[in-house]
């Protein structure tokens, strides 16, 4: 951490030194964003769970595994320090799904054929990336930074029986974000295409345990954070 601030630092000195070679029409920018994504779940942790008089529990794999995809749409603010060094932050809408490949969800003691219950997850809330932008060219930046979520709920739904149930998820958490872009402006307003890929570092699911038969099935919630890699058009109009 201490070598990231470090660099930080360095770079905001030789944006300094540079700003007075170049200057930008414009410092502060304001705008629409759209983004998808497909994502993936890591730290698929096994989890443990009961049923009926099996007290000691059994043992399987957390809930994620499947891949899946995101969809964004917000707002973005950008302030251009100079002409290589820029600040953004964004306030964003995130809905994901997530394919659960696995049968936490029908959990028991034993499993002579192994069977697998596929489960899809929806989950949805507010994100807020705060990044720092650095232009080695006017017409590509490199971008880094934390963005906080306010994930406000979920769905877990059975493909094959039709039915759905809560997903009680992580009130914030916060994610990684590095990525790259290319903006195109003229007259101080354009267009920016964006990939990023982001690493939640916090739990999707709510810690304790969780009810799957009523009074017979238990399990502990599952470690699983997610990760996606995102592609964004933002329109700069202010």
Same mark, same amino acid.
Request: charged letters at 20%; hydrophobic letters at 40%.
């Given at each position: 951490?201490?070598?990231?601030?470090?660099?930080?630092?360095?770079?905001?000195?030789?944006?300094?030194?540079?700003?007075?070679?170049?200057?930008?029409?414009?410092?502060?920018?304001?705008?629409?964003?759209?983004?998808f994504?497909?994502?993936?779940?890591?730290?698929?942790?096994?989890?443990?769970?009961?049923?009926?008089?099996?007290?000691?529990?059994?043992? /399987?794999?957390? #809930?994620?595994? @499947? !891949?899946? %995809? *995101? &969809?964004? +749409? $917000?707002? =973005?603010?950008?302030?251009?320090?100079n002409?290589?060094?820029?600040?953004?932050?964004?306030?964003?809408?995130?809905?994901g799904?997530?394919?659960?490949?696995?049968?936490?969800?029908?959990?028991?003691?034993?499993?002579?054929?192994?069977?697998?219950?596929?489960?899809?997850?929806?989950?949805?809330?507010?994100?807020f990336?705060?990044?720092?932008?650095?232009?080695?060219?006017? /017409?590509?930046? #490199?971008?880094? @930074? !934390?963005q %906080? *979520? &306010?994930n +406000? $709920?979920g =769905?877990?739904?059975?493909e094959?029986?039709?039915?759905?149930?809560?997903?009680?998820?992580e009130?914030?958490?916060?994610?990684?974000?590095l990525?790259?872009?290319?903006?195109?402006?003229?007259?101080?307003?354009?267009?920016?295409?964006?990939?990023?890929?982001?690493?939640?570092?916090?739990?999707?699911?709510?810690?304790?345990?969780?009810?799957m038969?009523?009074g017979?099935?238990?399990?502990?919630?599952?470690?699983?954070?997610?990760?996606? &890699?995102?592609?964004?058009?933002?329109?700069?109009?202010?």
């Amino acid at each position: 951490m201490r070598r990231v601030l470090i660099c930080i630092f360095a770079l905001l000195l030789a944006s300094m030194a540079f700003a007075g070679e170049g200057s930008q029409d414009k410092s502060h920018y304001f705008g629409g964003r759209f983004a998808f994504g497909f994502g993936y779940v890591w730290d698929n942790e096994p989890v443990k769970g009961t049923f009926g008089s099996a007290k000691d529990g059994v043992s /399987k794999n957390s #809930l994620g595994g @499947g !891949p899946g %995809f *995101n &969809l964004g +749409l $917000g707002a =973005s603010y950008w302030f251009h320090l100079n002409r290589i060094i820029g600040f953004v932050g964004e306030a964003e809408f995130r809905w994901g799904y997530i394919i659960l490949d696995s049968d936490a969800y029908s959990l028991a003691p034993e499993d002579e054929y192994d069977d697998e219950v596929n489960f899809t997850l929806d989950e949805y809330g507010f994100v807020f990336p705060v990044l720092v932008r650095f232009f080695p060219t006017p /017409k590509f930046y #490199l971008e880094a @930074g !934390p963005q %906080f *979520n &306010l994930n +406000l $709920g979920g =769905s877990i739904s059975d493909e094959n029986a039709d039915e759905s149930s809560d997903f009680d998820v992580e009130g914030f958490g916060w994610a990684l974000v590095l990525g790259f872009g290319c903006p195109t402006l003229s007259n101080g307003n354009g267009l920016t295409f964006g990939v990023r890929f982001v690493m939640d570092m916090t739990r999707i699911e709510k810690d304790g345990i969780v009810e799957m038969t009523k009074g017979a099935a238990y399990r502990e919630a599952s470690p699983m954070k997610l990760w996606s &890699l995102q592609f964004s058009a933002t329109v700069y109009f202010l």
